[in-house]
């Protein structure tokens, strides 16, 4: 049987299908107005080059921006809100924090881009407690079914039901839902405690109306893809990879399309993960860099990093749910170069996009774009982008960036071209520091690794730039997201409140716990067979959230297995200690641990996928590889006959010596004088400084 993985970009569709013990990899350009055009195509068009019947088919996994693109263009459902009386304003009112604190002029997106209008969020009598959810003031069904009325008039589709401490009983929203959906059978509802049943009232609401935002166009998409590939001969598994790295099925993806909002960056960094493990490369710094951004994580000793819950916002509205810990900045080979109202010098985060793209590529754009850049340059060949299917014209390049930069600002071509690089490469370098320096990683002893279609060639500036240890380009740099897809585990988690202090402990509270994991455990395994996985193979992770009495957020801690006792609480504890000391640098040994969350995790390991190993050479392939030489200028200003490499014929061991242009289908890299790119066994270049 085969499987494919199948990544969406701003403006290529990556894919790389598995059969019969290969591996192949494609390209094909993305379709934004229905992103299931170009996978269907990519699919069949990869199946058809390889002679794999699509029948053979038993697996698709899916990396997909549609949800993110939502909140993006802002052009989600509209959607009604039942929630508890007195409490209607608290998705406006927020956090009260000024996202800019010392600018006069700043937008605040949870009041300027409402996800759910004020008008349509229909207080309702209800009323339970703290600290034990108790009932004070019962639900007022007809409250409820005047609500309905209202949504009804006005054509909502898509409701979302909040209230007060739900997360420590949800009976009431519970029963609101079945009123809603025996009234409106057709429409889209969920529930604050089926979305994100977590402490924190504004962001457990956020996260719903975000879900329900979100929900409707991407449970539709998801479905429509399901059904187009049945309906050309594609009867496989369809699975969605989730902002947390692991997979699920559409079923589950359509209850919580707020799961995927982060699908697309996803797959790079577990590919990335995956292709350093091959080189022997545990600390990593992650750039995939595409047409419209870059992506960018920190793996420190093989271990995907998950966001702090403070951190997990999207488009402006904080979102609790779980998501790798990356940085999307506006920086990609279609990032557009200009110069503002005051003359100040920008590049992104605006991009071409996949229509019409770079000026170079002849259709019909204009601006001056970093690929542009590339291409003046000499580092992009004209008849070398994805293999010569990509035809680009470098008088084109040169006409936009002449007189929209380097006429405007008083330089030649050469230096308006290295310009756009060198800022481009700053803002890049800012956003790492972001995500490793910031967060006590010291990038002196990580390995940078730079992919999608642009990564390597800014991969050796960047390494400078933030003093990386070396460089890892990947085997397919342009489809290495596409590869993560398939070396993901299938993942679903779920979660419970229980709130207790964790150093003098009681018998009720440990009861609580103990109810709280049982319950939590069965959901997941129930999900785990749905989806068809043996009870043998099904893993479970239990996670215990905690905090120091009076601390704003919480961080996860291991928990043990098996029934939770005195000991077990206390290895939490001691766990909380340690993680809090790795991501602060302290801790307070004798303050009271809080306990707020637990967060069960099922999951099942999937085969994952298998390299092939390149044979050993014996040098004399470097030379047979040389295409031949051509001008090109690097980041110091230097023009120099450079040759050129066909990656596809270099074999484990060889080296190739700097200054050099390496090109394959999905990328080119970059290797300036001074540097050598080795071989690995498995095909990545080992890039370090020339000794």
Request: charged share 20%.
């Amino acid at each position: 049987m085969a499987r494919i993985g199948v990544d969406v970009g701003g403006t290529n569709t990556d894919l790389v299908l598995e059969a019969n013990g290969a591996v192949f990899f494609h390209k094909v350009p993305s379709t934004p107005q229905d992103q299931s055009d170009g996978t269907l195509r990519g699919i069949r068009e990869i199946c058809e080059r390889n002679g794999v019947p699509l029948s053979d088919l038993d697996l698709v996994v899916h990396g997909t921006t549609v949800a993110t693109n939502i909140t993006i263009e802002h052009n989600g459902a509209e959607v009604g809100m039942v929630t508890t009386r007195g409490f209607r304003d608290i998705l406006h009112i927020g956090r009260h924090k000024r996202p800019h604190n010392f600018s006069l002029h700043f937008e605040v997106p949870w009041q300027d881009r409402p996800l759910v209008k004020r008008r349509n969020r229909i207080p309702v009598t209800e009323r339970i407690l703290p600290p034990d959810g108790r009932v004070e003031t019962p639900l007022d069904e007809n409250d409820v079914l005047a609500a309905i009325e209202v949504f009804k008039r006005r054509g909502l589709q898509s409701i979302i039901v909040c209230f007060m401490f739900s997360f420590m009983n949800n009976a009431h929203e519970l029963r609101a839902k079945e009123i809603i959906q025996a009234h409106m059978p057709d429409a889209f509802v969920w529930c604050s405690s089926e979305v994100a049943n977590v402490l924190r009232e504004y962001e457990r609401f956020s996260t719903t109306a975000m879900n329900a935002f979100v929900g409707p166009k991407t449970t539709r998409y998801l479905r429509q893809l399901e059904s187009r590939l049945k309906q050309n001969a594609v009867d496989a598994r369809l699975r969605v990879i989730q902002s947390n790295g692991g997979l699920a099925t559409v079923e589950a993806c359509s209850q919580r399309a707020v799961s995927i909002l982060m699908s697309g960056p996803a797959g790079g960094v577990i590919g990335a993960r995956a292709e350093g493990a091959l080189t022997g490369r545990r600390n990593l710094i992650t750039v995939d860099i595409g047409g419209t951004s870059a992506d960018i994580s920190t793996i420190p000793n093989g271990e995907i990093k998950i966001k702090n819950p403070r951190d997990t916002y999207v488009n402006g509205h904080p979102v609790l749910v779980p998501m790798i810990d990356l940085v999307t900045i506006g920086a990609g080979g279609g990032s557009i170069a200009y110069l503002d109202e005051a003359g100040g010098f920008h590049v992104g985060p605006r991009s071409a996009g996949a229509e019409p793209g770079p000026a170079c590529y002849g259709r019909g754009g204009d601006e001056p774009t970093v690929t542009d850049a590339q291409v003046v340059l000499g580092r992009l060949d004209p008849d070398a982008v994805l293999g010569g299917d990509l035809p680009i014209d470098p008088d084109l390049a040169a006409r936009a960036i002449e007189p929209r930069v380097a006429r405007k600002l008083s330089m030649s071509l050469t230096e308006a071209a290295l310009g756009i690089i060198k800022v481009i490469n700053s803002n890049m370098a800012l956003a790492i520091r972001s995500n490793s320096v910031a967060k006590g990683v010291d990038p002196r002893d990580y390995t940078l690794m730079p992919f999608g279609g642009a990564g390597p060639l800014h991969g050796v500036a960047l390494a400078e730039a933030i003093a990386a240890k070396d460089i890892v380009v990947p085997v397919a740099p342009g489809i290495t997201a596409a590869m993560g897809l398939l070396v993901t585990d299938i993942q679903y988690e779920h979660t419970g409140s229980v709130i207790a202090t964790l150093n003098d402990i009681g018998a009720d509270a440990l009861q609580a716990i103990n109810a709280t994991v049982e319950q939590l455990e069965q959901t997941c395994r129930a999900e785990l067979t749905a989806d068809g996985i043996a009870p043998a193979k099904q893993l479970i992770r239990r996670i215990a959230e905690c905090r120091y009495h009076g601390q704003g957020f919480e961080l996860r801690a291991a928990m043990p297995d098996g029934q939770i006792d005195a000991a077990a609480v206390a290895a939490i504890v001691a766990d909380f200690h340690r993680q809090h000391r790795q991501d602060y640098g302290y801790a307070f040994d004798d303050s009271p641990v809080e306990l707020i969350t637990i967060r069960i995790i099922g999951g099942s390991p999937v085969d994952p996928m298998r390299l092939p190993t390149l044979p050993q050479g014996d040098g004399s392939e470097v030379e047979a590889a040389r295409l031949d030489a051509r001008n090109t200028v690097f980041d110091d200003g230097s023009a120099v006959m450079t040759p050129r490499y066909n990656r596809g014929l270099l074999r484990a061991g060889n080296v190739v010596a700097g200054p050099a242009i390496i090109v394959q289908h999905d990328s080119t890299t970059v290797l300036p004088a001074g540097y050598r790119a080795a071989v690995s066994d498995h095909g990545h270049l080992l890039i370090t400084r020339a000794r």
